[in-house]
Structures are given as structure tokens and as C-alpha cells.
């Protein structure tokens, strides 16, 4: 019989995971440091960034946050500033720089993050206020995304891997 928590995590690591798939393309010639080079670093940094963050592990802070300084320049997802964001999350009350990542990451079309702000304008969390039109133009945003059209994940399902991202210990 599979642990309810260990389930729960496999899925949330598997979502979170999915997000390393997609390369973004090479449109320059190769070179000593070519494209595909930066991208497979690219992907390798991530992951390993996306493994510390789902650890918990809070003395992994420091290892993560320097993977995505390095990943951020062929960051074009907003993937950086989410992961990020949670980081400052867990690390303490640091609402206007986790505000300001999640909307550079919302710009930049990152559905989870997108889906965290519905969460921090709708319950508040983090904010003083609930702002529920502030809110509800998220969720509007959070349908208009190519992964919204395509079904995967469901608004539901963000909203479930961003609330488990912010509770770890």
C-alpha cells in the first residue's frame, strides 16, 4: 500500500517535473558553447533546482537559488521567478518581492504562478485583504494559457501543486 503523502508527492513531482520537456529552439549556428549545450545545462539546472525545492530541505535554499540564477538567462517560461517565489516563501514574510517574481512569472505565462496568485488574491494568503476581482482576472488569465487549452494541468490541479509547494515544511 502507497503512503498517501509519498503518492501525493510523486504526483506533485511529476507535475512539477513536466515543465522541463518543453526546450526552447536554437535558432543560431552551433558554436564551442552552442545552443543545445545551454539548453541541456539549461534543463539540468532546473531539475536540480525543482529537486531542492520539493525537498524541503530549507539548508538546500542556498543550492537552489544559485541554480536559478545560472538557469534565468534561458529562462523563458518564468519558471526561475516561481521557484523563486516559493523559496521566499518558506524562507519568511518577503510579500512584495514574492508579488513582484509571481507577476514576472505570470508575464511570462508560468500557469503556476498564475495559479498562486489566484490563491494569495482570493483566500488572501500573504496579503492583509482578500481581493476577489483581483483574483478572479487571475483565473481568467490561468484560461487563456496554451496549458489551460490543452487541459493540463486543470486550473484545479495548479492550485493544488501550488498550495502543497507552499506548506512543505
Known sequence: MIDRRHGVGCLLLSLMLAGCASPTTCDEPLSG??????????QNDMLQAKMLVMSGDLESHELANALLRRAASEDERGEVEFYQAILMIREGPQTEEVLGKLEAAADKQQPYAVALLYR????PYLVDEADPIRAEEYRADYAELDVAKSGYPSFEKA?????QLVQMP
Not at 33 to 42: I, K, P, T
Not at 120 to 123: K, L
Open 33 to 42: 558553447d552552442s545552443c543545445r549545450e545551454r539548453q541541456l545545462l539549461y
Open 159 to 163: 492550485l493544488e501543486l501550488v498550495d
Open 120 to 123: 494569495i488574491w482570493s483566500q
